[in-house]
């Protein structure tokens, strides 16, 4: 799987500047959904906020989802966020499998009250729904082989292979620096094989 990230790097960052700024002003447009306008308080405007940023700067990791409302497995047009964990090590661009394990310790979480300060924010943040995190550190009682972090993401259909949500593994644009805002890699710099993949 690594070769085909080194090809999700190539077709993002190594597009003609002229076709970069097309997009820029286009394509890599992600609207807020209308709801987040009636909580000014939401911090996942933060996300839309940055976006210009992430795009211009972030790097290419693989991303596995923690969580993501249903309604994205299926057709549809609602556009949702959900939670995302990540590495920026490169272990993780050759073993994209072991975020599986971690995202599903995670997930495990949810709905309960560990004894554990750290575990215990996780499992409020993840229960809640509602609470958005850009680069939360995950505890090393969850993983201490692989320094991970999880962020708030948004997830746009016109930006997903075949519109919806395939399975849980997906190439994410991720910040370099603090705080780490993440978003998945639109579909346009998805190498074929990718996409096939995805969409089996």
Same mark, same amino acid.
């Given at each position: ?17 002229? *076709? ?24 996942? @405007? ?24 249903? &309604?994205?497995?299926?057709? %549809?047009?609602?556009? =949702?966020? %959900?939670?995302?964990? +990540?590495? &920026? ?15 599903? !310790? ?9 004894? #554990? ?7 409020? +943040?993840?229960? #809640? ?6 680069? /939360? ?7 201490? @082989? &692989?320094? =991970?972090?999880?962020?708030?993401? +948004?997830?746009? !259909? *016109?930006? /997903?292979? %075949?519109? !919806? /949500? ?18 998945? /890699?639109?579909? *346009? ?12």
């Amino acid at each position: 799987m690594n070769d085909q990230l080194e090809l999700c790097r190539s077709n993002f960052f190594g597009r003609a500047s002229i *076709k970069k700024v097309w997009d820029k002003f286009t394509y890599l447009r992600v609207p807020k959904p209308d709801w987040l306008g009636e909580d000014p308080s939401d911090r996942l @405007s933060v996300l839309f906020d940055n976006l210009e940023m992430l795009y211009a700067d972030g790097t290419i990791v693989w991303g596995r989802i923690i969580q993501a409302n249903g &309604l994205l497995f299926e057709s %549809g047009e609602d556009n =949702c966020p %959900g939670e995302v964990v +990540y590495s &920026l090590t490169d272990r993780a661009d050759n073993e994209p499998e072991c975020l599986t394990d971690i995202a599903g !310790r995670l997930y495990q979480l949810k709905g309960t009250t560990p004894a #554990d300060s750290e575990l215990l924010n996780i499992a409020r +943040y993840l229960s #809640d729904e509602h609470v958005r995190v850009f680069g /939360l550190p995950v505890p090393h009682s969850v993983n201490a @082989s &692989l320094r =991970c972090k999880i962020s708030t993401t +948004y997830f746009y !259909r *016109k930006h /997903l292979p %075949g519109g !919806r /949500l395939c399975t849980m593994l997906l190439p994410i644009v991720v910040s370099r620096n603090s705080p780490h805002f993440a978003m998945p /890699l639109p579909q *346009k710099y998805w190498p074929k094989e990718l996409v096939a993949w995805w969409t089996r």
